[in-house]
């Protein structure tokens, strides 16, 4: 069974731009989760996604946003894109929100 | 305020060596607390949860321990290997339906050295 994937692997933007990260749990999993997590720092919850709906979303402001297609894959979109931003962005999935998240190998953003 | 600390915040240990790291949690109501494993620049993978009623759970080289009374958990490695150099996160839910979350610790930096 495929676990977590996520692309792009790296993402090189500069400052302003937009970026798209992309996520496909695995199958069966209707919840996505998306998290922040800057060098050597913990996790940061951004978003919550199941059945195509916006369930909860972290201390992150509206230019982070995403979607959830029909097929529980997920996008990440972030706008305006700042400094800041460099991270790690990992996606994780899971039956319901009470089961253990299962990871992507996360995409690692650069924001020159 | 529902918080997870962690402690030490990194350590450094020879292969072979056991160590211990240390959880506490101010989460209520509670009602599990998972460890995960981090290697660096990957997605963490679980190693364990600990539902209320459970005292000690192992997996492989890995015991964690659960004392609710005290909102104290800890994972013990034991005979530790190069491989078990990574960040090791405690995670505990709170909330519950869309106000569900997970308060994740800070991490504890492993460093298992030859």
């Known amino acids: 069974e495929a676990g977590v994937t996520q692309s792009p692997t790296h993402l090189i933007k500069t400052r302003g731009q937009q970026a798209t990260l992309r996520c496909s749990p695995i199958?069966?999993?209707?919840?996505v989760y998306w998290y922040q997590q800057a060098l050597g720092l913990g996790l940061q919850f951004l978003l919550w996604?199941?059945?195509?709906?916006?369930?909860n979303r972290g201390n992150f402001p509206p230019r982070f946003s995403g979607r959830q297609f029909p097929n529980y894959s997920s996008e990440l979109n972030v706008n305006a894109l700042e400094l800041e931003d460099s991270a790690l962005y990992l996606c994780?999935?899971?039956?319901?929100?009470?089961?253990?998240?299962?990871f992507g190998p996360g995409t690692r953003l650069t924001v020159l | 305020k529902n918080q997870v600390e962690q402690s030490p915040q990194s350590l450094i240990i020879l292969e072979g060596k056991n160590c211990t790291l240390q959880c506490n949690y101010t989460v209520s109501p509670f009602s599990n607390l998972r460890w995960y494993k981090q290697d660096t620049g990957r997605g963490p993978v679980s190693l364990t949860i600990?539902?209320?009623s459970e005292n000690t759970k192992s997996n492989g080289r890995y015991t964690a321990t659960l004392d609710a009374d005290t909102k104290q958990s800890s994972l013990h490695i034991t005979a530790s290997q190069l491989s078990d150099s990574a960040s090791y996160i405690c995670v505990v839910p709170w909330g519950a339906g869309n106000n569900r979350k997970l308060i994740w610790g800070l991490g504890t930096s492993l460093a298992v050295n030859p």
């Open positions: 600990m539902t209320f």
């Open positions: 996604y199941d059945e195509g709906e916006e369930r």
């Open positions: 199958s069966g999993h209707t919840s």
């Open positions: 994780a999935s899971s039956f319901t929100e009470v089961d253990t998240q299962y």
